[in-house]
């Protein structure tokens, strides 16, 4: 499954109403950290196509989903399950760490 673009309009549908957890980071274009975090989300959502939903929110384009969530520092990954909020990771962390988190909360 690739990484879903998720943004104000889709975000009901894609998180809340999800029937499975959801990865998501919380990024900028411009952020070196979350550039760094891409290509782990990338894998993530390859591999973890049963189990996990993973979806990516502009920050700068969605300021309203970063306010709900209080994210001051990007990349954040929240892994939200049943509309509520699992596990945080803030700034670049291993694949490892992440893949035991969803681990956890599927």
């Known amino acids: ?21 959801v990865l998501i980071d919380f990024y900028a274009n411009w952020c070196g950290p ?14 973890a196509t049963d189990s996990i939903k993973v979806g990516k929110i502009n920050v700068d ?11 001051m520092s990007i990349p954040t990954i929240l ?7 699992e596990k945080t990771f803030v700034g670049v962390r291993d694949k490892s ?4 988190a969803i681990g956890d909360v599927s």
């Open 97 to 100: 760490e992440i893949l035991g």
């Open 1 to 21: 499954m690739s990484v879903l673009r998720i943004t104000s309009e889709n975000y009901e549908e894609e998180v809340l109403q999800s029937d499975k957890p």
């Open 61 to 71: 384009e969605n300021q309203d989903l970063a306010m709900k969530y209080s994210v």
């Open 79 to 85: 892994v939200i399950k049943n509309g509520k909020v």
């Open 34 to 47: 979350c550039r760094a975090m891409g290509p782990v989300i990338e894998e993530i959502a390859e591999e």
